[in-house]
């Protein structure tokens, strides 16, 4: 089974620069997010998608993030303008609708991430 | 909003020794999970804990949902050198499905 897909895997842009991620889930999850993954901290949740609805982007910066899932599958993750404190890892993860079951299986798969620096 | 407090924060340990580390919260929580992330990859989740209590194990990992819900350990036996990477403990609430995810603990094995 392909795992979750990411790229870019490596972004350097400029400050005030526009930059987008592009992440595919994995196949029938219907569940996924988007965290932003500061060095030396923990992910934290940018958004959650659920088909294609947002589920939850309260710690989404919205004056200049934007995510999207048009068509419930891939989804796109896009920052404008960037900022030095943007620079982070940015992983996505997908999964079968939570909560349903409590079984591992139903828990999020993370991609490998796209690492953004910003000068 | 909800918080876990990972401890400790870095490990260097010999080849072969156990390692501890765990994760306590002010808030209750409902599901416990594990990951391990190696560097330039994702989070692999390696244990998941549902009910108060319960503990779990996968290979040398064995991790236990604490009673009162608000922590959770994890253990490693007999390391060995590719356990190095960073461990994370996961929490999900008594209300909606969002993880909050702690800061991680480095782990290093001397070989």
């Known amino acids: 089974e392909a795992g979750v897909a990411q790229s870019p895997r490596y972004k350097i842009i400029e400050k005030r620069q526009s930059v987008a991620f592009w992440c595919n889930p994995i196949?029938?999850?219907?569940?996924l997010y988007w965290y932003q993954q500061i060095l030396g901290q923990g992910p934290k949740l940018l958004i959650q998608?659920?088909?294609?609805?947002?589920?939850?982007d309260s710690q989404l910066p919205k004056d200049r993030f934007s995510a999207e899932r048009l068509k419930g599958v891939d989804s796109t993750l896009k920052i404008q303008p960037a900022k030095l404190e943007d620079s982070a890892v940015y992983l996505c993860?997908?999964?079968?609708?939570?909560?349903?079951?409590?079984?591992?299986?139903?828990?999020?798969?993370f991609g490998p991430g796209t690492r953004l620096t910003v000068l | 909003g909800q918080q876990l407090n990972q401890s400790p924060q870095s490990m260097f340990i010999q080849e072969g020794e156990d390692v501890s580390m765990n994760c306590t919260s002010s808030?209750?929580?409902?599901?416990w999970l594990w990951y391990k992330q190696d560097p330039g990859e994702g989070p692999v989740l390696l244990i998941a804990?549902?009910?108060?209590?319960e503990l779990t194990s996968n290979g040398r990992l064995t991790a236990q949902f604490g009673i009162t819900r608000k922590d959770s350990f994890l253990n490693i036996s007999a390391s060995i050198p590719s356990d190095v990477g960073i461990y994370f403990c996961?929490?999900?609430?008594?209300?909606?499905?969002?993880?909050?995810f702690g800061a991680g603990t480095i782990l290093r094995v001397k070989s």
């Open positions: 993860a997908s999964s079968l609708v939570p909560g349903q079951t409590a079984d591992s299986g139903n828990e999020q798969f």
């Open positions: 196949s029938g999850h219907a569940t």
């Open positions: 998608f659920q088909n294609n609805g947002v589920v939850d």
């Open positions: 808030s209750i929580f409902n599901t």
């Open positions: 804990l549902y009910k108060a209590g």
């Open positions: 996961a929490g999900r609430g008594e209300y909606g499905n969002k993880l909050v």
